[in-house]
């Protein structure tokens, strides 16, 4: 039953992020707005020949197939957001990161260091003795 649980958290937490990385670009995908991308731009313009860059064979139907379903039928914009947010989930994950565990911890006191700008100056331990 805990797997299960687990699992389906899981399966909300990626279907939340479909779903942001969805709203975040909404008004491009509705009204159909492609983002320039320049080296795209400069190949068409300077008449350059993709059919050995990107074939589009019939035998490469399964393939493209394949690639819609892994890229889960997003747009290219959606999809690299949506991935960043996955991937992002899946370290955390990974980590097995717990919001509690991200607070100071008691022993750790402010330091001078921290107005020198000294990363994590203001986290440094306390000796023994030191009040």
């Given at each position: 039953m805990k797997f299960l649980k687990q699992g389906l958290l899981d399966v909300a937490a990626v279907v939340?992020?479909?779903?942001?990385?969805?709203a975040y670009f909404y008004p491009a995908d509705v009204?159909?707005?492609?983002?320039?991308?320049?080296?795209?731009?400069?190949?068409?313009?300077a008449g350059e020949d993709t059919y050995q860059i990107a074939p589009s064979y019939h035998s490469t139907d399964t393939?493209?197939?394949?690639?819609?379903?892994?890229?889960?039928?997003?747009?290219?914009?959606?999809?690299?957001?949506?991935?960043?947010?996955?991937?992002f989930y899946i370290l955390l994950r990974a980590f097995d990161f717990r919001q509690?565990?991200?607070?100071?911890?008691?022993?750790?006191?402010?330091c001078c260091h921290a107005q020198s700008g000294?990363?994590?100056?203001?986290?440094v331990p306390q000796q023994r003795g030191q009040g």
């Open positions: 939340f992020f479909a779903i942001l990385a969805f009204e159909n707005r492609v983002l320039n991308q320049g080296d795209i731009s400069a190949g068409i313009g393939v493209s197939f394949i690639e819609k379903a892994y890229h889960l039928w997003l747009p290219d914009n959606v999809w690299y957001l949506f991935v960043y947010l996955l991937g509690h565990r991200a607070q100071p911890r008691a022993g750790c006191r402010p000294a990363p994590y100056g203001h986290l």
